[in-house]
């Protein structure tokens, strides 16, 4: 198990070009017991830094190769744009096969589609991820009701270009856990990131397995050329605002468009 935390980066600083980093805290394996070995298993009693997090989830589902952490990719000129730095992938090690890379990609869909992180569930799209609520610590013991929530999500979680890691210390006024207060935040800036990189849509990935607390995703119906009273039966469970009377001449969002129940439809009639 150490071997692994090791070769993950864990307990050691990545050397990103940043001041005062840390190196984490892991148990004294030659002082290890059966209680120490349990708790790392999940997490508890070990202490993490936010960029060993990312560059050990990067290396789980890139393939299983641990690279080197970077702020920027390059630094230009701004008056010639000539290139003055150039940071370019940097192999540390290969930690897993790329076939239990792929396992672990699965896995992290799974979680968001079916399991704890669904609030970081995006239509149409393939997002993976892993929820944390980690107890924090004042004077040697686990304080209650205070706790570090967080959410570690990829994207797209086939082939992932983008890992995004939020933590939000001490939550207050919800229930503190990773999938409903990190989650939403995550999904956020993954929407954000996927017009920014003009990442495709993808209907291959896992479907979502909905609770009876979700709003569901539809697909939003053709209905132009309907009257209204017609398009209002058709469009049951959205919230339908019309202008015009007559015949639907169009509709926004169009035909085929996910959204979420609940969510509002415009019809103009002419």
Do not use: C
């Not at 990103?16 to 790392?40: R, W, Y």
């Not at 954000?192 to 495709?200: A, F, G, M, R």
């Amino acid at each position: 198990m150490f071997k692994y935390i090791k070769n993950f980066g864990f307990g050691k600083k990545t050397n990103i070009e940043l001041s005062g980093e840390e190196n984490g805290i892991l148990f004294n394996e030659d002082k290890i017991g059966e209680l120490e070995i349990a708790t790392t298993a999940f997490g508890q009693g070990v202490s993490v830094t936010a960029i060993q997090q990312v560059t050990a989830v990067s290396a789980a589902v890139n393939g299983g190769t641990l690279y080197k952490p970077y702020i920027v990719k390059s630094v230009n000129d701004p008056e010639t744009n000539q290139v003055v730095l150039q940071n370019t992938p940097t192999k540390v090690r290969d930690v897993i096969s790329r076939e239990t890379s792929s396992k672990v990609r699965y896995a992290l869909e799974s979680v968001v589609a079916k399991g704890t992180g669904h609030n970081a569930y995006i239509a149409d799209y393939r997002v993976g991820g892993k929820t944390g609520t980690a107890q924090k610590v004042s004077d040697g013991k686990y304080m209650v009701g205070n706790y570090i929530t967080s959410f570690i999500g990829i994207l797209p979680a086939d082939n992932p270009e983008v890992v995004v890691y939020v933590a939000v210390d001490n939550a207050k006024g919800v229930t503190q856990y990773g999938g409903t207060v990190a989650a939403p935040i995550a999904k956020s800036v993954m929407n954000s990131i996927i017009e920014v990189l003009d990442i495709k849509e993808d209907k291959n990935g896992i479907e979502k397995e909905y609770t009876y607390l979700d709003k569901k995703y539809l697909t939003v119906p053709n209905v132009v050329g309907m009257d209204l009273s017609e398009a209002k039966k058709t469009l049951k469970g959205y919230n339908v605002k019309s202008e015009g009377s007559g015949k639907v001449i169009y509709q926004s969002p169009v035909e085929g468009t996910k959204i979420l129940e609940g969510e509002t439809v415009r019809i103009y009639l002419n």
